[in-house]
């Protein structure tokens, strides 16, 4: 099955910084999840892509899938304690799930 | 609704012995699909069971097996363990476990084998 490729593995940023994680693929995805999972938790739903060119935003996330609908990718903008986990993008398939960007956040 | 619950939630096996963990989906749900976490490996994909069938299977040994019953609540089962074994399972459900529905998944099973 096709399998998604995430950059990079981890990221540590100052609390005000701002973080993005990419999410690649060498075939055409019908959509695309992303997912986050705090420290000690289990991952959760975030957003959900399906078209080409899409943008969309929650707060200070923002959420991109390419034009050929192979990468995507997620910014978060001014980033805050609370936003530390691993964040995971997920293709169509089964075996979907991306290795994951683990975020550390300094106060 | 509830969500998706995994029980044990830790377990501690010896190299050899077998076990069974168990998973109940949302209400309504009927596949539910299985996944081992390990530090820096990600999610990897188990298996998935639709209306008490397996649909599709990840690349694990034979070892690794699973049901699923006619509630829809779901059984995964690791034969002779090793200590590679030791991880997060998590368990995930959606309504019909088509491409574009999210998965809801459980708070997981830490096994641990010594």
């Known amino acids: 099955g096709q399998q998604v490729m995430q950059i990079p593995q981890y990221q540590h940023v100052q609390e005000g910084e701002d973080f993005t994680t990419y999410c690649n693929s060498s075939t055409t995805l019908s959509n695309i999840q992303w997912y986050k999972q705090r420290p000690g938790g289990h991952p959760v739903f975030l957003i959900q892509?399906?078209?080409?060119?899409e943008v969309k935003k929650q707060k200070r996330l923002t959420f991109q899938f390419g034009e050929a609908k192979k990468n995507s990718s997620l910014h978060i903008t001014a980033t805050q304690t609370t936003d530390v986990g691993t964040y995971f993008c997920a293709g169509p398939d089964d075996m979907r799930f991306g290795a994951g960007t683990r975020l550390t956040v300094k106060p | 609704k509830a969500g998706v619950t995994q029980t044990p939630r830790y377990l501690i096996k010896t190299r050899g012995q077998q076990v069974t963990l168990s998973c109940s989906p949302i209400s309504g749900h009927r596949s539910v699909s299985w996944y081992q976490q390990t530090p820096g490996q990600g999610l990897q994909f188990l298996f998935e069971?639709?209306?008490?069938?397996?649909?599709n299977k990840g690349n694990f040994p034979g070892r690794f097996s699973g049901r699923q019953f006619s509630n829809s609540r779901s059984e995964m089962n690791v034969s002779t363990l090793e200590l590679g074994d030791s991880a997060l399972y998590l368990c995930?459900?959606?309504?019909?476990?088509?491409?574009?529905?999210?998965?809801?998944f459980g708070s997981g099973t830490q096994l641990s084998v010594l």
């Open positions: 069971y639709f209306s008490e069938t397996q649909r």
């Open positions: 892509l399906v078209k080409s060119g």
């Open positions: 995930a459900s959606s309504l019909r476990g088509t491409t574009n529905e999210k998965l809801f």
